[in-house]
């Protein structure tokens, strides 16, 4: 059991950690037998490993995440948050489009994408991160 | 499966029922077996009727909700949506919430999820209490809407 401010002060901490492309940060906030679904409904991936993968890629994008004010289950383990984010296209983006989940753009070097989710973290002991889930469908991003 | 905009288009239908208040229009979106968390942390309310009575509750508690932005899923049945609820019967309580819901193949709601917390609750529209005096007037007034369950007219 976590107490409510600190699953906030931990997910708040997730996105500044993330927007420094700080990796090794972030792995450091996970469990080793995490699992994680980006996003909700494209199917679960477990491990350190293919986190960091997914992680570099974001960071690679410059991802910047600009979150809004995190809830708190009443079960000791959950903290949620709404996020707007953008990211460059590259290098995440063509795996999106193939996948149909976005249009490719004319110029992807310079095409930014935008994108609201709604970031679900359960956390235990030692308020280490264990699952991970981000909603957001193919309406929830785009390339203004 | 439904399409997105049907999905948020739930998560937003939602709170326009609770706010005009008729229970039997609020239920007509859940399947008989609804499995509803609220919040999310307490034994979760299973069947309609459980969800009637907590429904009709809230509506004597004059519910009032105002839903943000909501995100969908890429299975066709999830949204989440921040929403700004609050209560004005028998204290006026604010509660910051992201609600999760899971639609079945017939369109209805399956799982609810309320999460909200102790710290995303605020009394009334005086000053914000913080710490502990924060903690104890939330607590305090759950306990009174609790109270005020069933009882005619909850003032």
């Known amino acids: 059991m976590i107490d409510e401010r600190s699953r906030k002060k931990l997910i708040l901490e997730h996105s500044r950690r993330l927007n420094a492309a700080d990796v090794d940060g972030l792995l450091e906030m996970y469990a080793d037998e995490v699992t994680f679904e980006d996003p909700v409904g494209s199917g679960q991936q477990s491990g350190r490993d293919a986190l960091r993968a997914h992680f570099e890629e974001l960071a690679a994008a410059g991802i910047a995440e600009v979150p809004g004010e995190p809830v708190a289950g009443q079960d000791g383990v959950h903290v949620l948050v709404p996020v707007t984010a953008t990211m460059g296209y590259l290098p995440k983006g063509p795996g999106f489009a193939d996948r149909g989940w976005l249009t490719a753009p004319d110029a992807p070097e310079d095409a930014r994408i935008t994108w609201d989710y709604v970031l679900l973290v359960r956390a235990g002991a030692g308020g280490l991160i ?9 309406s929830d991003i785009g390339i203004p | 499966m439904a399409d997105e905009a049907t999905l948020k288009k739930m998560a937003v239908e939602y709170a326009r029922r609770m706010n005009a208040g008729d229970v039997d229009d609020v239920l007509a979106l859940f399947s008989d077996d609804i499995v509803f968390e609220d919040p999310v942390g307490a034994p979760p309310l299973i069947g309609k ?12 508690c004059r519910v009032h909700e105002t839903p943000g932005r909501p995100v969908t899923s890429m299975d066709g049945r999830r949204a989440a949506v921040p929403t700004t609820v609050t209560v004005y019967a028998p204290t006026k309580l604010t509660f910051s919430i992201i609600g999760v ?6 369109g209805l709601v399956h799982h609810a999820q309320a999460f909200w917390g102790i710290t995303d609750t605020k009394v009334g529209d005086g000053p914000e209490l913080t710490g502990v005096a924060h903690f104890m007037a939330v607590t305090q007034n759950l306990a009174r809407m609790v109270q005020a369950k069933g009882s005619p007219s909850p003032m």
């Open chain 1, 130 to 138: 264990q699952e991970l889930q981000k909603f957001w469908g193919r």
């Open chain 2, 49 to 60: 009727e459980a969800l009637r009575e907590h429904i009709a509750w809230s509506i004597e």
């Open chain 2, 101 to 106: 819901i899971e639609l079945g193949d017939d």
